[in-house]
């Protein structure tokens, strides 16, 4: 069983920046950021697998950027240019499924995923 314990999330100005973080308490192969807007399906919005490749949605691309701290058994996601768009909850997702996810699109997939944190708000106010 792995557990992940969100930070970090806030309240922000459309421009702004915030940077969240997940502790995870054990090894896992891919660990992931995806995030859920009220009446909305949950999302991937970015992946980092354990040879360090990353993923991000198209949504998201060259303004976060996913990061982990091996170490520390730590997943970071820096998000800068945020927009109200970015507004929902954000959960942190960790597989220990060996091997992990290749397949194109399965890093940011949420069936890829066992363990799930409880959440952090993000709200970006336009």
């Known amino acids: 069983q792995v557990r992940l314990v969100e930070s970090g999330g806030g309240s922000v100005e459309a421009g702004g920046s915030l940077r969240l973080s997940c502790a995870a308490s054990a090894w896992n192969t891919c660990m992931g950021w995806f995030r859920q807007a009220p009446g909305k399906e949950r999302e991937g919005v970015a992946a980092i697998r354990s040879d360090r490749t990353t993923f991000y949605s198209d949504s998201v691309k060259g303004r976060f950027t996913i990061s982990k701290d091996n170490a520390k058994n730590t997943l970071y996601l820096q998000m800068n240019s945020l927009k109200p768009e970015d507004t929902a909850m954000y959960y942190c997702?960790?597989?220990?499924?060996?091997?992990?996810?290749?397949?194109?699109?399965?890093?940011?997939?949420?069936?890829?995923?066992?363990?799930w944190g409880q959440g952090t708000q993000v709200t970006v106010s336009s």
């Open positions: 997702a960790a597989t220990s499924r060996v091997p992990p996810p290749y397949e194109l699109g399965a890093p940011l997939s949420v069936y890829e995923y066992n363990y």
